[in-house]
């Protein structure tokens, strides 16, 4: 039913910035929730922050809570992830997802669609 493309991950040093984006395209997306997601080497895949696409209203995890910045623009159908501040532990490939979930829901297993995922490394 829903889409998703990934772009905007490289290489960049710790203390620079990213932008992410993911077009989305399908059905009824407007209402659900959007999240983004990471995945290091050798580690489970973790949630970052989520918003719900119609209202807007995000919610990020603690860690990056300050540094990175989920939003979408009127104009199209694309939401973006801003990334300040960027760590080495950072490093990851970086996932958008959505699907019909409560607002507020970080595990992966509820979302039902995926992109394929942009590559985001942060050199010390």
């Known amino acids: 039913q829903v889409q998703l493309v990934e772009s905007g991950g490289g290489l960049v040093q710790a203390g620079g910035s990213l932008r992410l984006s993911c077009a989305a395209s399908?059905?009824?997306?407007?209402?659900?929730?959007m999240g983004w997601f990471r995945q290091a080497p050798g580690k489970e895949r973790e949630f970052v922050a989520g918003?719900?696409?119609?209202?807007?209203?995000?919610y990020p995890e603690d860690s990056v809570k300050g540094r990175f910045t989920v939003f979408r623009e009127n104009a199209n159908n694309t939401v973006y992830l801003q990334m300040n501040s960027l760590k080495p532990e950072d490093t990851a490939v970086y996932y958008c997802?959505?699907?019909?979930?409560?607002?507020?829901?970080?595990?992966?297993?509820?979302?039902?669609?995926w992109g394929q995922g942009t590559q985001v490394t942060v050199s010390s």
């Open positions: 997802a959505t699907g019909p979930v409560p607002f507020g829901t970080t595990r992966s297993t509820q979302f039902a669609y």
């Open positions: 399908g059905r009824t997306f407007s209402n659900y929730v």
């Open positions: 918003m719900r696409w119609n209202s807007r209203s995000t």
